[in-house]
């Protein structure tokens, strides 16, 4: 069965840090662009960051830019999102997607989310 679980969301203070992780199985990850969005309540979706299948280009929105750091371990099928800094404005569930396109095909699969509260 083709899965990304993402982990390691909670409950974290202003200011503090988190790391979460998106693991794939039934697929290899190392072809695929990997991006994290979230969802805050009552808000819709938002694009947080981006890594491309080789690892060495990312990029970040704005909002997260300069705090968050996006990673990747192709040989533990494993994409991280490193949260430092963290605001209560980046409360939200984080979703991890995953993305291969060859011509006529395209490979989409998001994970399930896990919530990130940050709040004193």
């Known amino acids: 069965e083709v899965q990304l679980v993402e982990s390691g969301g909670g409950l974290v203070q202003p200011g503090g840090s988190l790391r979460l992780s998106c693991v794939a199985s039934?697929?290899?990850?190392?072809?695929?662009?990997i991006t994290w969005a979230r969802q805050a309540p009552r808000k819709g979706p938002e694009w947080v960051a981006v890594?491309?299948?080789?690892?060495?280009?990312?990029n970040y929105a704005n909002s997260v830019k300069g705090r968050f750091t996006v990673s990747r371990d192709n040989a533990k099928n494993t994409v991280y999102l490193q949260m430092n800094s963290l605001k209560p404005e980046d409360t939200a569930v984080y979703f991890c997607?995953?993305?291969?396109?060859?011509?006529?095909?395209?490979?989409?699969?998001w994970g399930q989310g896990t919530q990130v509260t940050v709040s004193s």
């Open positions: 890594i491309n299948a080789r690892g060495d280009m990312t």
């Open positions: 039934g697929f290899s990850l190392e072809t695929y662009d």
């Open positions: 997607n995953a993305q291969f396109g060859i011509p006529g095909r395209l490979y989409d699969y």
